[in-house]
């Protein structure tokens, strides 16, 4: 197997820094291979057989194909455009000894600390700047090793091997400079942007791993990169959307924001973005709100997000008998108490398409003593009711400031994403068939 879209991919992660690069790379995309811009507050005009995308807030996009003829449902690939990250506080400066300046920080999502230490680091996000009487939005990725986060040696700190604690406020300070308090973090994003301090409003800015992606591993059958969760499942998405136009459903790549930190945004699976659109695509086809729940109700979703891969070091983490491998194929995840929406119905589809696309599937649970993560798919159901299985490509060190995957599941969720929204699938309530 070529690792043609493993490269691929990790050229999308390195230009993808921050959410906000994320959906302007999906727009660049989109937009080159014809699909149209559309904007929340201005009306719809849809034709059948064109392609769209809307986004929210910067962060988050849904991209859409209407089908040439006939229109009976949705067909949904689902994904988020956030990691872990240390976010940079408002007046970020601390000065010691009026040499060391520090930036304080905060911590987005559950990341692992420890990870992001004694690496380069730089910072990513969006400026909000004055242009004249207009305000305007600006994305910066200060291009440069700009910090590291410096241990603590073990001459001060014998007993780091045997477990530490870190304290957010105190450990997790990024080194900036030795300028002292000469240095002004504004402005040297003013400096980067070119424009004055005076004109930048406010920021929502984060530091990042510089790390690049990689390729590696005896046979190269390793990708590790930043943000691996969750970008690999949304630029397979993506892909799949890009080669979509078969299917009589309509298409629909969703990337939602702040899943890491639970959704609870506009811009989040919990907000009403994805119902919203779904609606507006109804109204534009000049259908009724009750062709739109019937339309729902043949609907489906696949809620992509990574799994965690067997590790070769700590095998009893792993349930005994639902453990995953990474290059084995697509993940689809279970469990009792609904944190994942799998059920019976829904697997069988994705085993149905996944069969119809030659890509091996596995099955993952935890371990019945170790209480598990959630992800967007039930999330996105309280607004949307659809048939939904939630699914991911097995991977190590999730969270970690720098993660792992393989090379072959890249493919493998590209394969699966084309043929899906290449598929027209139709319910007669839990029976199907994926023509």
């Not at 291979?33 to 988050?60: A, I, M």
């Not at 200060?142 to 604690?165: E, S, W």
């Not at 957010?168 to 300070?173: G, T």
């Not at 697997?347 to 598990?372: H, M, W, Y």
Request: include cysteine; proline fraction near 3%; charged fraction near 25%.
């Amino acid at each position: 197997m070529s690792n043609k879209y493993a490269q691929e991919l990790i050229e999308f992660l390195d230009k993808s820094p921050s959410p906000f690069h994320v959906i302007a790379n999906m727009e660049k995309e989109l937009s080159e291979n014809g699909f149209h811009p559309l904007c929340e507050n201005e009306k719809w005009d849809l034709k059948q057989g064109e392609g769209y995308y809307v986004t929210r807030n910067s962060s988050s996009i849904i991209a859409f194909i209407i089908p040439k003829e006939g229109f009976n449902g949705f067909q949904i690939m689902a994904s988020h455009s956030d990691s872990p990250a240390l976010k940079i506080k408002t007046n970020p400066e601390i000065v010691t000894e009026n040499s060391y300046v520090t930036l304080n920080v905060e911590k987005y999502g559950g990341l692992i600390c420890s990870t992001w230490f004694d690496r380069p680091l730089s910072v990513a996000g969006r400026v909000m700047v004055r242009n004249n009487s207009k305000v305007e939005e600006r994305l910066i990725d200060i291009d440069k090793d700009l910090l590291i986060l410096p241990n603590l040696a073990i001459h001060m700190n014998r007993d780091v091997n045997d477990g530490y604690k870190y304290n957010a406020q105190k450990d997790m300070l990024p080194l900036l400079s030795m300028g002292g308090k000469d240095v002004k973090f504004k402005e040297i994003v003013a400096e980067y942007l070119g424009v004055t301090e005076n004109e930048i409003l406010s920021m929502d800015l984060q530091c990042y791993n510089r790390e690049g992606g990689r390729i590696w591993g005896l046979n190269d059958e390793f990708v590790s990169s930043r943000r691996l969760d969750d970008l690999e499942c949304a630029y397979s998405s993506l892909r799949g959307i890009l080669a979509a136009g078969k299917s009589k459903n309509a298409a629909v790549h969703c990337v939602f924001d702040n899943e890491e930190v639970g959704s609870g945004t506009k811009q989040g699976a919990a907000g009403d973005f994805l119902k919203a659109t779904l609606s507006r695509i109804n109204a534009a086809m000049g259908n009724t709100e009750a062709d739109l729940y019937r339309y729902i109700s043949n609907s489906f979703m696949i809620s992509a997000d990574n799994a965690h891969a067997l590790h070769p070091n700590y095998k009893e983490k792993a349930d005994p008998t639902n453990s995953v491998i990474i290059n084995k194929g697509i993940v689809v995840k279970h469990s009792a108490n609904q944190k994942y929406t799998t059920d019976a119905v829904s697997q069988a589809v994705l085993e149905t398409v996944c069969k119809k696309a030659e890509v091996p599937t596995q099955n993952f649970l935890n371990r019945s003593d170790i209480l598990g993560g959630s992800t967007l798919g039930n999330i996105s159901t309280s607004q949307v009711s659809l048939k939904t299985v939630d699914i991911g490509l097995a991977q190590l060190a999730m969270h970690s400031s720098y993660e792992t995957a393989g090379t072959a599941d890249v493919e493998y969720l590209i394969r699966t994403a084309e043929t899906f929204f290449n598929s027209t699938i139709n319910f007669s309530n839990n029976n199907f068939e994926v023509l």
